[in-house]
Every structure is written in structure tokens, then in C-alpha cells.
């Protein structure tokens, strides 16, 4: 009798168990899809978003520099160049920036000291983008208009094939002042991803190079980058995606222009910033599906660099998994 | 002899340089620190916790605009983290080996790096277009958005750490996986799970692109989810472009207060890992 009712609640126990596991596994499960739906919900959203806009101008849409709210003609050139040409600044002046930085770190750097500046860098990381828009705004781009830009039209706008990028009035703000601040904010992303790939360089080989000789540059340059080279570019393709995406730091100091000059020093725009400043002024279907539009075409660009460089360190991660 | 001599200075030059870059870096948060406590601390009073966002001209403080901004990162937290603490169980646990996994791995990448300007887009899409107006309760959902793949990432990082062999003991007692979860594993990343949680709260408080077209702003007290909303990153956005000194003056207060926020939360969650982890590294 007692044996028996042990069974029942056994029995009981375990069907309560089951359908718990159920539950759980199926929650789980949803969720890791709702992921995957998101992703898809942002492209869906966006493309129908965009479908006016797009129906209208078709692939002008793309080629033209036009972007007039009143006649309704809206091209995205403009803004593509922008975008592309502030993240090149950036990525010019964020890569050997950063990686010293990760040389700094996992080379030179006393061990006592080490976890102070990494995390230091890293605060830059997660300082919030609007905060670098007001200091470009208001300290960079007043410093840059004061010392930098004057001494760039007097020096190097006068030589061929550079100088006409450094021509025009020093207005502080403009394509190279949001190319530096992207610059500042894609650090931390770059140089921790690097610092990260350069760490897991095996100790034997590097210490087998010194011992042959090697100064601490030669082992980084010829010992160490090439064995983290798939990492390393994994890591400038993410500062990449940033760069291309990033909004609020680039509205302030970008200028708004819609149109393409010669001159890193001219006011320019970006895809993000465009969005970010007439979405709300935006009256009119075609006006707010443009817009959308230029959001499509940012998620396309972003997407493309971005997954390169979650596949690249994807990669990574497989090789050392399978080394160890 | 001289080729070894070029050689030292090669390394000696590209090691300074490297030092140099450093400081550079370093300068730069510095920098923004000190344009920060310089700018915002003059601005801090009482006022500014206890009054609302002033039309141009006169004082005022940003009571409504914290408000608005602790209200809907809570909500935006409290929608976002449970799905993402599931989802990275899943990628943990149940599907650790499935094909399905990489891909949601690959795809919460994707997304973890996206910029937030869409997903702002995305939700004026699916949330504004067919309510017909800002909300509070669109920019909580945009939030909410941003914080599941920061949640997932995290979540299956920590849940990772787990040994094997605690959970190989559950399931020698007979438990089944769910009773392994959520008695065993959960417990054990506490801290690994609480620091993901800090780090969506301290990516999700600073955004502004997002907010731009779901919420907007105002200038006045409300509680109603279903209007306009006062939040800081707006607030800051209008007020730092706007002509007017008091204006100005209360964006860089506001900058401050939501600076000083995320890097105590930053901190606060390096701190924890640092604690589950004693060896690793903080991510």
C-alpha cells in the first residue's frame, strides 16, 4: 500500500517534471527565435517603409546628389559619400591608433598597469554617443577650427593632389571633424578586439622569435600579426560598422549638407544624420519614405560589414578551439 | 653593427609610438570627462531634480526627462532581458551544438552591432505608424530591442563558465534539464547574469537615435505611457543645439548625470565579472 502510493507520487512528480521541461525548453527555444525574427522584422519593416520611395526613383535613387524636400526629388549620393568618407577618415586615423594601443597593452604594458588602461579604454567604449556629439560640438570642433583646420589650409592645401581635400574656410564643423570624433568612439572597439587576438598568440612562438633575436617590434610585426591577422581585421571590420552606423555623434558635428564637396573641411552628411535630423521635419510620404529608404540602405552597408567581421573572428574562435 | 642599430631604433620608434597612441587615448576620455565635470557641475542643483524642463528663457530643472528615462530603460529592460536571458539558455544549453544556433549566434551578432538609428526606424515602423502617434511605450520597446542581443550575448558567455561537472551531478540525481537550469546553473551565474543585466542598462540609458522618432519629448510631467515622453538623451539632443544659455547649460548637466550613470554601471559590472572570473578576462 505504502509502496504503491510512493509510485503515485513518483508517477506525479515525474509527469510534473516532464511538462516543466516542456514548458522551459519550448520558452527557450522561442526566445533564440524571436532573435532571428527580429533581424528579419527589421528588414521587412524597412524595405515596406522604403517601397514608395524606392518605386519612385528606382535606382537614381542611388546615383543622384539631389535632395530637395520641396520638389520632392531625393537622391542618396550625397549621404553615401559622406558616410563612406567619415568612416575612411576614421578608420585612417582609429587602426594604427589602436593598434599601439593593443601593443601598449599586451607588450609594454607593466602587469600592475595593465588592467587600469584596459579598462580605461574600454569606459570609452561605453560613454554614450550623444555625449561625444556635444564635446565634438562644442570643444573639438571650436579646437580643431582654431589650430588644426588653419594650419591644414595653410600647409597642405597648397600641394598638389591633397590640397584640394584641405581648401575652403575653417568652419570647425564638417567631414573631417565627424571623421576624427568617429575615430575617438571606434577606438576602444578596434583595440580591444585586438588586444584580445594578439593575447591569444601562443607565448612558445613569440619567445622562440626573441630568442633568435628578435626586438619586441620584430616579434610583434612579423610574429605576432600575421598569426592574429584574420583577428585583426575582424576587429577594424567591427569598428567599421560602427562607424558607418553611427548617428549622434556625427549629427552634431557634421554640418547637414546635402551635397558633396571636394573638401574634407566643407560641412557634409551622412545616411544616419540625414535621418536623424529631418525624420521628425519629415512632411509628406515620399519625404519620410526617402528617409526610410536611406535607413535601408544603411541596414544593407552595415549588415554586410558587420557580418564579414563576425565571420572573420567566427573563424578565429574555431581555430582556437580546435589548437587547443 | 649599424643594421643592429636601426633595428633598436625601429623598435624603439614604433614602441614609443605605441605608447604615444595610448596616451592618446586615454587623453581623449579625459578629455570628455573633464569637458563633462566642468560644464555640468556648475549646472547641478537641487532645481534640476526637482523642477521640469523650462521653456526657452527661464530656469528649470530635467525632474521629467530622469523620470521618463529610468521609466521606460525599466521597462525596456524588463521586456528585453527575460527573452534574452531564454534565448542565450537556448544557445547555452538545449541547442549548445545545434545548426540553428550558429545562426542565431551570427544574427545577435549582427544585431548586437547594428546601428540604433534602426531599430529606431523599425519601431516608428511597426509601433508609431499603426498606433498613429509618439510614445513612451515605442521608445520602451525600441530599448527593449537594443537590450536582447546584449542580454543573449552575455547570458550564454556566462552560462558557459558553468562547470561541466556541476551540471553532470544534477543530471546523475535524476533532474531533468530544466531542473539543471534554473536550480543549478542559474544560481551558480548570479553574478555573470546580473552583469549582463548592467550592461543592457548602461548601453540601453545612453541611446538617443532610437528615441529621436518613437518618443520624441516634452516639456511636461506625464505618466501616460501612450503620449510623448520628457527623456535626458532627447532632452540633451535639442537643448545642446538650441541658442539658449540656460538651455545649453541644462544639456550639460543632463550629459553629466547620464555619463556619471553608465560608467558607475560599467564599472560596477567589470567589478562582478572580475569576481566570478578571477583569471579571465572581463568582456
Known amino acids: 500500500m505504502q509502496q504503491l502510493s510512493v509510485a503515485v507520487i513518483d508517477a506525479r512528480h515525474a509527469s510534473k517534471q516532464r511538462l516543466g521541461e516542456q514548458l522551459f525548453k519550448s520558452a527557450t527555444l522561442l526566445a533564440a527565435v524571436l532573435v532571428l525574427l527580429l533581424l528579419g522584422g527589421v528588414a521587412v519593416a524597412l524595405l515596406s517603409g522604403a517601397w514608395p520611395a524606392l518605386a519612385q526613383f528606382k535606382l537614381g535613387f542611388l546615383t543622384r546628389e539631389v535632395w530637395n524636400p520641396v520638389t520632392e526629388k531625393f537622391g542618396a549620393l550625397a549621404a553615401i559619400y559622406g558616410t563612406l568618407v567619415t568612416s575612411l577618415v576614421a578608420m585612417l586615423v582609429a587602426i594604427p591608433v589602436s593598434f599601439g594601443i593593443a601593443i601598449f597593452l599586451t607588450e609594454l604594458c607593466p602587469a600592475w598597469l595593465k588592467r587600469p588602461v584596459g579598462i580605461a579604454v574600454e569606459l570609452l567604449a561605453a560613454v554614450p554617443s550623444i555625449i561625444y556629439g556635444i564635446w565634438g560640438l562644442f570643444v573639438f570642433a571650436p579646437l580643431l577650427q582654431r589650430h588644426l583646420q588653419p594650419w591644414l589650409i595653410e600647409h597642405v592645401g597648397s600641394l598638389p593632389l591633397v590640397g584640394g581635400l584641405f581648401r575652403g574656410p575653417p568652419f570647425g564643423i564638417g567631414v573631417l571633424t565627424a571623421g576624427l570624433v568617429l575615430a575617438i568612439m571606434v577606438l576602444p572597439f578596434i583595440s580591444s578586439v585586438m588586444r584580445d587576438v594578439f593575447e591569444t598568440v601562443p607565448d612558445v612562438l613569440k619567445e622562440s622569435a626573441y630568442g633568435l633575436g628578435a626586438t619586441t617590434w620584430e616579434v610583434i610585426w612579423k610574429v605576432v600579426l600575421p598569426h592574429a591577422r584574420v583577428g585583426v581585421v575582424g576587429g577594424v571590420m567591427l569598428g567599421l560598422g560602427r562607424a558607418l552606423g553611427e548617428t549622434m555623434a556625427v549629427t552634431f558635428v557634421i554640418g547637414n549638407a546635402h551635397r558633396i564637396s571636394g573638401s574634407l573641411l566643407a560641412p557634409g552628411t551622412t545616411i544616419s544624420a540625414s535621418i536623424a535630423n529631418e525624420f521628425n521635419e519629415a512632411t509628406g510620404d515620399l519625404y519620410n519614405s526617402s528617409l526610410i529608404a536611406l535607413g535601408v540602405l544603411l541596414f544593407l552597408i552595415t549588415f554586410t560589414v558587420i557580418a564579414a567581421a563576425r565571420f572573420m573572428l567566427l573563424r578565429l574562435e574555431r581555430r582556437a578551439l580546435s589548437s587547443v | ?283
Open chain 2, 1 to 283: 653593427m649599424s643594421r643592429a642599430l636601426s633595428r633598436k631604433l625601429t623598435n624603439f620608434g614604433a614602441l614609443t609610438l605605441s605608447s604615444l597612441a595610448t596616451l592618446v587615448g586615454l587623453a581623449c576620455l579625459g578629455a570628455i570627462l573633464w569637458t563633462l565635470l566642468k560644464n555640468g557641475v556648475s549646472g547641478l542643483s537641487v532645481q534640476v531634480f526637482t523642477q521640469m524642463t523650462p521653456p526657452p528663457g527661464s530656469a528649470g530643472g530635467l525632474l521629467n526627462a530622469i523620470y521618463g528615462s529610468v521609466l521606460m530603460t525599466a521597462i525596456g529592460i524588463v521586456i528585453g532581458t527575460p527573452i534574452g536571458v531564454l534565448a542565450g539558455t537556448y544557445l547555452a544549453e538545449y541547442g549548445r551544438h545545434a545548426r540553428l544556433s550558429d545562426v542565431i549566434r551570427f544574427v545577435n551578432d549582427v544585431l548586437l552591432s547594428a546601428p540604433s538609428i534602426i531599430v529606431g526606424l523599425f519601431v516608428y515602423e511597426i509601433v508609431v505608424v499603426r498606433m498613429g502617434h509618439f510614445s513612451a511605450i515605442a521608445g520602451a520597446f525600441a530599448l527593449a530591442v537594443i537590450a536582447i542581443p546584449v542580454t543573449v550575448r552575455t547570458t550564454e558567455d556566462m552560462l558557459s563558465l558553468v562547470p561541466q561537472g556541476m551540471k553532470d551531478a544534477s543530471t546523475a540525481l535524476g533532474a531533468y534539464p530544466w531542473r539543471t537550469i534554473t536550480s543549478v546553473i542559474y544560481p551558480a551565474a548570479r553574478s555573470g547574469i546580473v552583469t549582463g543585466l548592467l550592461l543592457a542598462v548602461a548601453r540601453v540609458s545612453g541611446e538617443t537615435a532610437p528615441l529621436l522618432f518613437t518618443v520624441v519629448s516634452n516639456q511636461f510631467w506625464t505618466t501616460d505611457l501612450n503620449a510623448e515622453m520628457a527623456n535626458l538623451p532627447v532632452v540633451i539632443y535639442t537643448y545642446a543645439q538650441s541658442p539658449y544659455k540656460e538651455w545649453q547649460q541644462l544639456a550639460w548637466t543632463g550629459a553629466l548625470l547620464i555619463t556619471v550613470a553608465i560608467l558607475l554601471l560599467s564599472i560596477a559590472a567589470r567589478v562582478l565579472v572580475s569576481a566570478l572570473q578571477p583569471s579571465g578576462r572581463g568582456r
